[in-house]
């Protein structure tokens, strides 16, 4: 309102209020004009604020959203930077003014004429609060460099080394380092090749009357006894019914081991493995007394050591070495049984290979060679070679 229009509009008051048979006093009517004329001054001094204070910040924040992130202020910075500054003295001040764009300012609203009862009220004006609108308050908290939480130093170099090494090695190195794992795993073989041998009966009169047992009449078996010499009351008859030429000849079915191992990985290179296994020995004895099966039933005890030469991704390839006790726990040739009081001692020499099928089963193949210590009394596949090649796979299942 400009101050022709203030004269205006009071004379206009001072007319109608006379006109009303009112004659107001000089002094009333100069508070009047001195409150219009206060409130005007506020009023002009609202609106001023009102587009002076958006400007100011426009002017002020429009840096900042040209370069809206570290990441584009680092570089000018680096490039300005003398020779003999490194980069690494930058310091980005994460409270640095970030400009928004300002809106338009809004038209006052035209000046409405009020009723002097109410000029009293509107002296004292409030001074317009600037409010950022919710998206614009987003994109500042975007913008506005926040600090990285400081990623813990590795405790050890050990810690440092495996933060250098990527991805599925990373993985690799870890399970090396702490392969101490259990395994437990199911294992089955045969040896390679089947075995035919001869022998002479007279030079063998413990096979020798056990074959001419078999021809007698069962019920005179029960006074007939073996024991661990070998001396048999019969033997005079059994070396009376064969003759001096007399042979027997045996065909010798493949041996099958079946078994339960337990495996515990002592460094990342070596493992240390053991169980129980069962041993199946069939053999066909052909003499003069017929054709009689021989069955030979043993539970024994591994030990073995392997070491790991290779490995790739889930391939595995290891050799070892092992011994083996072993226990004959149920003999027979044809009708009668036998025993075997004897332990048997084996060693060997093994390689294989492992595959990963799944997250903690694996697969393997491990031929080995065999060698039998002692042998015993009845003739059988490890008998007359000692020196036996067996296959062998199972799996393994990591605990």
């Known amino acids: 309102m400009t101050k022709g229009t203030n004269k205006d509009w009071i004379e206009a008051i001072r007319e109608k209020t006379l006109s009303d048979g009112t ?30 204070l958006p400007l100011a910040a426009l002017l002020l924040w429009s840096p900042i959203l040209r370069h809206p992130g570290p990441s584009s202020v680092i570089p000018d910075l680096i490039g300005d930077l003398p020779a003999d500054e490194s980069p690494a003295s930058i310091i980005v001040d994460p409270a640095t003014p970030v400009v928004i764009p300002a809106e338009e300012p809004e038209s006052p609203a035209p000046t409405q004429h009020v009723a002097p009862s109410s000029i009293l009220a509107r002296n004292e004006v409030k001074q317009p609060e600037i409010e950022v609108p919710s998206s614009k308050q987003a994109q500042i908290e975007d913008v506005i460099p926040t600090e990285e939480p400081e990623t813990p130093a590795p405790s050890t170099k050990q810690a440092q080394f495996e933060d250098e090494i990527p991805g599925q090695a990373r993985n690799d190195f870890k399970e090396a380092r702490h392969r101490t794992r259990v395994s437990v795993g199911l294992r089955a073989g045969t040896n390679a090749i089947r075995r035919e041998t001869g022998i002479a009966m007279q030079s063998s009169p413990y096979i020798a009357t056990l074959a001419y047992m078999n021809t007698l009449d069962p019920g005179m078996l029960p006074r007939v006894k073996s024991t661990a010499s070998n001396t048999l009351p019969y033997g005079i008859g059994a070396n009376q019914y064969f003759p001096e030429s007399a042979s027997a000849t045996y065909h010798h079915d493949l041996p099958l081991t079946v078994g339960l191992q337990l495996g515990l990985d002592l460094l990342p290179w070596l493992g240390l ?104 009394d009845l003739i059988t596949y490890r008998t007359e070679n000692p020196l036996g090649f067996s296959l062998n796979a199972g799996l393994r299942f990591d605990l």
């Open 23 to 52: 004659a107001p006093s000089p002094a009333g009517w100069e508070a009047i004009g001195r409150r219009v004329r206060r409130g005007a001054a506020l009023r002009r001094g609202a609106l001023a604020a009102a587009v002076i």
């Open 273 to 376: 493995e053991s169980g129980v296994e069962y041993t199946y020995l069939h053999s066909t004895q052909n003499s003069a007394a017929g054709t009689l099966d021989q069955r030979l039933h043993f539970i024994g005890i591994p030990l073995r050591v392997d070491f790991r030469i290779w490995r790739l991704g889930a391939w595995d390839l290891y050799a070892g070495v092992g011994t083996k006790l072993e226990k004959c726990v149920s003999a027979s040739l044809g009708r009668i049984a036998c025993e075997e009081p004897r332990l048997q001692w084996s060693a060997e020499a093994f390689g294989g290979i492992q595959i990963r099928i799944w997250d903690h089963t694996h697969l393997y193949f491990q031929p080995a060679l065999s060698w039998y210590l002692t042998q015993t």
